[in-house]
């Protein structure tokens, strides 16, 4: 698909944070791999995604199905803040967003650098002022920060260290679109019929029953088992969360749920690694095409695969 982009993909709404392990690349792969009781009615009437980052296939399915009720997770506290605001509150946060977005324009390049780094600062200060437990409006010029600095840092992406503080550098930008009005308009559409949890992934079997439609993206499995960090938060997800992950799916097949999950194929490192072959035995194993452009190694771009496996049939 990124060699073709077809005109859906620019469609509203779209993701309104740049996210690392964004599946936008990947759209068509997965669409073409719904089921096909899905892919005729144009009806899903029950969607759960458990790692929803910046959400590309959540988006893409709203607007291009009628999805009658959703049910969004992560355990990332600021992404699930992100979603909450736009959803309680869009109208004040692009008040807020424009105001940022004028006032940064105006501004020389050595300022607009400042700026960014003093945002940041307040940004990481909040951390420890902040109550991430009950809504509050407080959270609404945080969510504005983190857009904010999502849209003007370096390679445009959320990644913190392992205090959980917002780490990514000052990114050059002509002209960057701090508030795409239409869009967070668009997204705040698409949430009202949605419940967003801030939880680990196991929490999502409360919501999960016959005829769900699941789509499961975990971070990726890390090349070496030393790097267990992903920079979506300090816990990492290990090759025992994916572990996990494989028992959670297969108990959430037994109540009649589709499941599809995307990750990395680690053949494209190492072509005896049988990890998720192994893992997965028994489910419909896809290996797609996939441009990967963040935290990728320089060489293997253009030629990487991605996993995309079902418990369904064609
Ligand atoms: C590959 S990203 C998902 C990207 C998403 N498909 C998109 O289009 O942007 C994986 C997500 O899983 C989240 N995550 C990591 N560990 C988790 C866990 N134990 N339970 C739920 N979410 C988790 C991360 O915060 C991250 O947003």
Redesign the pocket.
Known sequence: MSNNPSIREFKVPR?F?K??????QLLLELEKRLPQSILESRVIERYV??????????FFLKSNYQVKESIL????RE?IMAYQVVKNDCTNLITLLKDMQYEHIQKSEEARKTNYYSIRDDYNQQITEIDYLNYSKEWIERVAYLIFLNKTCFNGLFRMNSKGEFNVPFGRYQNPTICDELNLQSVYNALKKTELLC????QAHQFIEEGTLV?L????RPLNSTSHF?G??P???SDN?QIKLAEFYKKMDTRGAHLIL?NSDPKNHDHYDNFFDELYQGYKIDRVPAKRSINSNTSLRGEIRELIIRNYPD
């Open positions: 993701p944070l996210w690392a392990g964004g599946k936008r995604e458990p790692f929803v980052g910046g959400g590309a296939m959540f997770l992560d355990v990332n992404l939880t680990d992934f196991t789509y993206d975990p971070p990726y992903t979506y938060s816990e990492g997800f969360d995307s």
